[in-house]
């Protein structure tokens, strides 16, 4: 367990439709990354927040949004679903830059 | 240009040899910071090492070592005495942004897949 939390584990759902991912960083880490992992792109940062705000952004689409709540758990919002969307999300947390970025198991999307 | 560049899209070895991972990277910062991960068939994403820019020996982490060489831009993971657990996806990572800031952002490279044989 690396203590980075993420729900659902596994998720399927259909195009057009809206779904939400949870993440709940390590105790005391500030900072919560989401990136997203398809086989054509690789691992892509979407974005990070920082203590309740939004520090990047990286190839996040319009369709998705994330926000990071005053106890730290952030969630990823993705909507009008499209089957280029099916791939693992994965969130991570940091307390130190130094020392890595945690990373939770993922969630794996599927859009059928 | 690509910003970090994993050009092994595959590796065997056999167990208790040593094996090295090629990496190389691009930024114009001068505090950056590289990372490998193991990403192993279950799909979790593992730290395995860290190299910071102005460290001036490299990084070792039990059987990891990472291969610094600043001015070419390379940071090539080394693992020594390959085990069959080792087989897996390994992903080299550089984050650059200031950590006062709160701002980071860490980058992949496409990955290596190593498989360790018998």
């Known amino acids: 367990d690396s203590g980075v939390t993420q729900t659902p584990k596994h998720l399927i759902t259909a195009t057009g439709q809206r779904v939400t991912l949870r993440c709940s960083p390590r105790?005391?880490?500030?900072?919560v990354y989401w990136y997203q992992q398809s086989l054509d792109q690789g691992l892509q940062f979407l974005i990070q927040?920082?203590?309740?705000?939004?520090?990047a952004k990286g190839n996040i689409l319009e369709r998705f949004s994330a926000q990071q709540f005053p106890d730290l758990h952030s969630e990823l919002n993705l909507s009008s679903l499209e089957l280029g969307d099916s791939a693992l999300y994965f969130c991570?947390?940091?307390?130190?830059?130094?020392?890595?970025?945690?990373f939770g198991s993922g969630t794996r999307l599927t859009v059928v | 240009a690509q910003k970090i560049t994993q050009t092994q899209p595959g590796m065997f070895v056999q167990e208790k040899e040593a094996v090295t991972l090629d990496c190389t990277y691009d930024t114009s910062d001068q505090s950056y910071g590289l990372f490998w991960y193991k990403q192993p068939s279950s799909g979790e994403m593992i730290f395995l090492i860290y190299?910071?820019?102005?460290?001036?020996q490299n990084a070792t982490e039990g059987r990891y070592s990472l291969n610094f060489q600043k001015a070419r831009k390379s940071a090539n993971l080394v693992i020594s005495a390959s085990q069959l657990g080792d087989s897996a996806m390994y992903f080299c990572?550089?984050?650059?942004?200031?950590?006062?800031?709160?701002?980071?952002?860490?980058?992949f490279g496409k990955g290596t897949m190593l498989l360790v044989s018998p």
């Open positions: 991570a947390s940091s307390v130190s830059l130094k020392w890595g970025y945690t």
């Open positions: 190299q910071g820019s102005y460290d001036e």
């Open positions: 105790s005391g880490d500030l900072s």
């Open positions: 927040y920082y203590n309740g705000e939004e520090r």
């Open positions: 990572a550089m984050r650059e942004g200031s950590g006062r800031s709160g701002y980071s952002t860490l980058t």
